[in-house]
């Protein structure tokens, strides 16, 4: 079974949506925390019938370099496959050394924005 996750943002208009798909959703919690009632529901269903998880960045999975690090070596740990679309990441050809800054960035993005 495949699976995706987002992490939808938009303008406070409400009209600027960036999603790849629905099954799973956290919409307007901050990516910079891992504790989303739609990412929680996925990890867990990793354990049940779960192969791949398709996700649009590495921001929409999460903000946090670290924890981003973490999560992609417990995908590799629990044998999952993780596509990550827009960073062309595939966690079963994981040869992509640029992944740390990717995360970084993102982590200083949320970060930047809050200062604003």
Do not use: C
């Amino acid at each position: 079974m495949n699976a995706g996750y987002v992490r939808l943002s938009r303008d406070d208009d409400k009209r600027n949506y960036v999603s790849i798909d629905r099954w799973y959703e956290d919409d307007g919690v901050s990516g910079y925390i891992f504790d989303r009632p739609g990412f929680r529901q996925m990890m867990a269903d990793l354990d049940k019938d779960i192969d791949t998880v398709y996700v649009k960045d590495f921001s929409r999975l999460g903000r946090h370099n670290a924890k981003v690090l973490l999560l992609l070596d417990e995908f590799q740990e629990r044998g999952k496959h993780l596509i990550v679309i827009d960073d062309n990441y595939d966690s079963f050809d994981s040869s992509d050394d640029t992944i740390g800054i990717k995360t970084w960035f993102n982590e200083r993005y949320v970060k930047d924005t809050s200062k604003k």
